[in-house]
């Protein structure tokens, strides 16, 4: 089993034990030595997923700042599915389109799969590989810095890379939402989005109800450059509001 088919399983039995467990199940559970997982464990809490302590580990609460990819993979995924299934309509052969590298918007991957003659362009390395066995599918990835805890692909490369193409469609999600606007948790996440906004004909925001009590400090953009909105629930009353009076649809 390869360093990362051991990851999923070590965040997947963390997360089902409530977020943290002894490193004696883990050896139990994995068939690992001890001595592997100790590796693996010193890895995963340099890329921010875990944080050791005597004796077992713990998943890393959710902060203001970008969570790793594997563990936002983890959170709501009824939530998601339900928005990638309200996609299927945007979503045809022969498209241009730019999908960022959050988790939300990796669940389109199964429905882009069975298109023809789809062109991705993404920032995302989760969304490259999970298109990389689609036959109909042409996947370019943005050059720049990888982020490892998101594996994203950011910077100045990024953005002028983007300026190449012109999209029929923007699918994206964000770190939070609020009636003032989009948030994210990083402002060069922020930056590669917004060259994909401003390249886009469409721009269709995935985002689940959570959201709104999750907390992002730099502003993507404002309800007004969306054109579909797309959560598993309507938001609360503020948000509705701002969202019905920037023109943007909103679909639930």
Partial sequence: MSYQQRKFEIIDLLDSRGGGCSMDLLCKRLYASRSTLRRDLIQMEEE??????????????????????????????????????????????????????????????????????????????????????????????????????????????????????????????????NKLGIFEGDDFQALTKRSMLKNANKKILLCDSTKEHAVGYFKLTSFQNLDFLISDAPFSEDVMNAINASGASFIS
């Fill in 48 to 177: 921010g997923i875990i944080r050791r302590h005597h004796g077992g580990v713990a998943l890393i609460a959710e902060s203001a700042t970008e969570n790793p990819v594997m563990m936002r993979k983890m959170e709501n995924p009824d939530k998601k599915s339900a928005i990638a299934k309200q996609c299927r309509d945007y979503i045809h052969d022969n498209m241009v389109i730019f999908l960022d590298s959050s988790s939300t918007v990796s669940y389109l991957c199964p429905f882009l799969k069975a298109c023809k003659n789809l062109t991705v362009i993404t920032n995302g390395l989760n969304v490259a590989t999970l298109l990389s066995n689609a036959p109909g599918v042409r996947v370019y990835v943005c050059p720049g810095q990888l982020k490892n805890k998101s594996l994203s692909i950011i910077g100045e490369y990024s953005t002028n890379f983007l300026d190449n193409f012109r999209a029929d469609t923007f699918f994206f999600s964000c770190k939070a939402i």
